[in-house]
């Protein structure tokens, strides 16, 4: 018995696949006959047999034959709300078998296409949320009707889709949002308060919000939602937030506070029973990768609370209108939802943290904005699960249990949280493509239908705490400049700014490891008033091996429209993670972390290549030309900035230290410029400079005057303001 063929059919309508194949489909060559989960297909062919009748010597020898039934045997089955169908032989090959295969495969991919649904169009003034999506998506419906908030929350959730639909089949229209006035048409009325930053986005944004107002900015925070509101919840190290603790947000106790749960060990395991024996791996450990679960929501309150003590103010239920951009100021226009009431407000500078969805984004980055993304759905869970199911001691940090579903490769993470509570994930690495932007609204469907599939439980004993989701977009940088995250007066941070890991796209930990030097580089442009355009732009959180790495990640995304082998990314990830595994946990933290090192980059890539020469002809099928040779421009951009790193990063922050009294306010754009390369060195390439009075690093609090410069200061003039890079 021998395998012949393995296909996906992207349909969770099983028993339809099992009827067709049974009824309708008709061979051009061959029988056909039915068996239980599938069929029959068989000619007869004749073998000789391998030893002969002993006959008696005085006879004429008789060769004698025996036919043997040559077949193959199909069978479908169900897995992940799809499809999924085997061939094995019996016997010899049959005649022209690759073409009966062929034609198989054909009739199937006509009969049975990809298809990429969207939510139905709806009117909530005639209908409820849950009775308009009821017949497309009962299990979603059926299990959002049992949550404490779940009426809200689903609408919070198509509000995400068609949104997200809205700004990817529109691409090179994006709505307008940021406008520039002459400054007469943008004066601050009297008895209107003028702040120095101005946030739109209440979940990261409070975060990098609290910690320049504990620096003495003028601080307004403007939130959609209620704030302290999260659809997700936050995992991260201790030596991660440690970079909150030395900026001086949280102290130690507070930190321990909004610990939830604290794990012992984190589990990395994809499906691998389809994979050739080069692409199967061993359970990778992490116990200080994502180890720690946060309250997320009272780790936001506490920052709102952090920065109302330093006199920053929080407007929520306001969403953002517009922005209208002066010489001097930008003024923000947004309105109170529970009121209906227009709101006007000015600042030096607007901070955009509104995630995926920002219409700033958009804007600023036209038809290119995101490169893929992650659809992501999940669940707190407060209890149900049965004894034994999981132990509160560990995570899971990623994991797949079958291949891939109706063009996705689905994959979980697993977080215990306080008492018997569990957040659970379910997302995939998906391509931003108009015909099938990803949904939120079908995955969750797939993890109301398949979370059994995964950790046995009874869904009916479930008590759900609320739901999570969201989705986590990614850019494929080729160099640091090639994606625009500021505009005169506005910056973008976060998810806004594509700033994420392209392996566990955690947006939260990725601004937290970046926080020291988004600030340092933000203040000094605060103090400076170099606010242009072309002075923000150098404030971002770029990392050359981190750009590097997004080809591991466009290796989990299949192309819209084309079938790959169900077990193709599977056996991708089994290849890496099955290298890491057997690496130091060093130097499997440092990936996962975005800090792993030229060197050590390019001794896993060629080991993964040697272990599984195939690997190479995937990617290519996977990623294409055009993003191979986008890569390479990636991993030039590393290779330089790993040689310039290796020949100045030792020395050159310190240097700039010493001579900073003499250059930062004779030339302050040059302070800027060469501040951003010290932290390009530095954090871009995954070795964070430490900060206060640790060696060699900067103190926010050292480096910044008294008080923040008064917004009706004379402004640096134009010359000592702009200093082209070298």
């Known amino acids: 018995m021998k395998e012949v063929l393995y296909i996906e059919i992207p349909t969770p309508d099983t028993a339809a696949v099992k009827l067709w194949l049974q009824d309708a489909f008709e061979l051009t060559m061959g029988e056909k006959s039915i068996t239980p989960e599938g069929i029959k297909i068989w000619a007869f062919s004749t073998t000789p047999q391998v030893g002969r009748i002993s006959e008696p010597a005085i006879r004429k020898p008789i060769s004698t034959e025996i036919v043997v039934p040559d077949e193959l045997s199909i069978f479908v089955w169900a897995v992940q709300r799809t499809t999924y169908l085997k061939a094995f032989r019996w016997g010899n090959p049959l005649f022209r078998e690759q073409d009966i295969l062929r034609y198989l495969i054909k009739s199937i991919r006509e009969q049975f296409s990809n298809h990429y649904p969207a939510p139905p169009k709806i009117d909530l003034t005639q209908q409820s949320i849950f009775a308009a999506l009821e017949c497309q998506y009962p299990l979603t419906v059926k299990y959002f009707q049992t949550m404490p908030n779940g009426e809200y929350d689903l609408k919070r959730v198509f509000w995400w889709e068609q949104r997200w639909r809205e700004n990817v089949q529109n691409p090179q229209q994006p709505k307008q949002v940021v406008f520039r006035k002459q400054e007469t048409e943008n004066k601050t009325p009297e008895r209107q308060k003028n702040y120095d930053l101005i946030y739109l986005g209440g979940a990261l944004g409070v975060i990098h919000a609290a910690v320049m107002a504990r620096l003495g900015y003028r601080v307004l925070l403007i939130e959609r939602l209620p704030f302290g509101r999260m659809n997700r919840e936050w995992n991260i190290s201790r030596s991660e937030f440690q970079n909150l603790i030395d900026l001086g947000l949280f102290t130690v106790a507070e930190f321990e506070s909004t610990i939830a749960r604290e794990y012992v060990d984190g589990f990395h395991k994809f499906f691998d029973a389809n994979n050739p024996p080069q692409a199967k791996a061993p359970v990778l450990h992490t116990p200080t990768v994502l180890n720690v679960g946060l309250d997320a929501e009272k780790l936001l309150r506490l920052c709102g609370i952090k920065l109302r003590e330093h006199g920053g103010e929080i407007w929520d239920e306001t969403e953002f209108i517009k922005a209208d951009v002066g010489t001097t100021q930008v003024t923000v226009h947004c309105q109170h939802l529970p009121t209906q009431t227009a709101k006007e407000v000015s600042g030096r500078l607007l901070i955009d943290a509104m995630g995926t969805a920002s219409p700033i984004a958009w804007q600023l980055n036209g038809g290119r904005t995101f490169d893929s993304v992650c659809p992501t759905v999940g669940a707190v869970i407060s209890s149900g699960f049965e004894p034994g199911v999981w132990d509160q001691r560990y995570g899971d940090v990623l994991n797949s249990h079958g291949d891939i579903s109706r063009g996705r490769q689905l994959i979980w993470e697993l977080f215990p949280a306080e008492g018997e509570e569990l957040t659970v994930y379910l997302f995939h690495y998906h391509q931003v493509n108009p015909a099938n932007p990803g949904s939120l609204l079908e995955m969750y469907e797939d993890f109301f239908a398949i979370l059994p599939e995964y950790r046995r439980c009874n869904m009916e004993k479930l008590v759900w705490k609320k739901p999570t989701f969201g989705y986590i977009p990614g850019h494929f940088s080729v160099g640091s400049r090639d994606r625009t995250v500021a505009f005169d007066r506005l910056i973008a941070i976060g998810d806004s700014a594509s700033l994420q890991s392209p392996l566990v796209f955690t947006g939260f930990g990725s601004l937290v490891r970046n926080l020291p030097r988004l600030t340092h580089l ?29 080809l591991f ?31 130091s946990p060093a130097i499997a933290e440092a990936f996962i972390k975005d800090r792993v090192s030229w060197l050590q980059f390019n001794r896993m890539a060629l080991t993964a290549a040697w272990k599984n020469p195939a690997l190479l002809l995937w990617i290519w099928q996977m990623a294409g030309a055009k993003d191979l040779l986008r890569w390479l421009g990636s991993y030039l951009d590393f290779t330089i900035e790993a040689f310039i790193s290796a020949l100045f990063a030792s020395w050159f922050p310190r240097w700039i230290r010493q001579i900073q ?38 103190s926010l609090e050292r480096d910044r005057p008294l008080t923040p410069p008064s917004p009706t200061l004379s402004p640096v003039p134009e010359s000592t303001m702009d200093c082209k890079s070298p």
């Open 661 to 698: 009294p003499w250059v930062e306010f004779r030339f302050p754009a040059l302070w800027l410029w060469l501040l951003a390369r010290s932290y390009s060195m530095t954090d871009g390439m995954g070795k964070p400079q430490t900060i206060g009075r640790k060696a060699g690093g900067f």
């Open 522 to 550: 933000l203040d000094t442009a605060l103090k400076h008033d170099l606010l242009r355009a072309r002075h923000l732009n150098q404030i971002r959180a770029f990392q050359s091996n981190v750009a590097v790495s997004w």
């Open 553 to 583: 990640s466009k290796g989990m995304m299949v192309p819209t429209g084309k079938f790959i082998a169900p077990e193709r990314v599977n056996a991708m990830l089994n290849t890496f993670f099955g290298i890491l595994a057997n690496e």
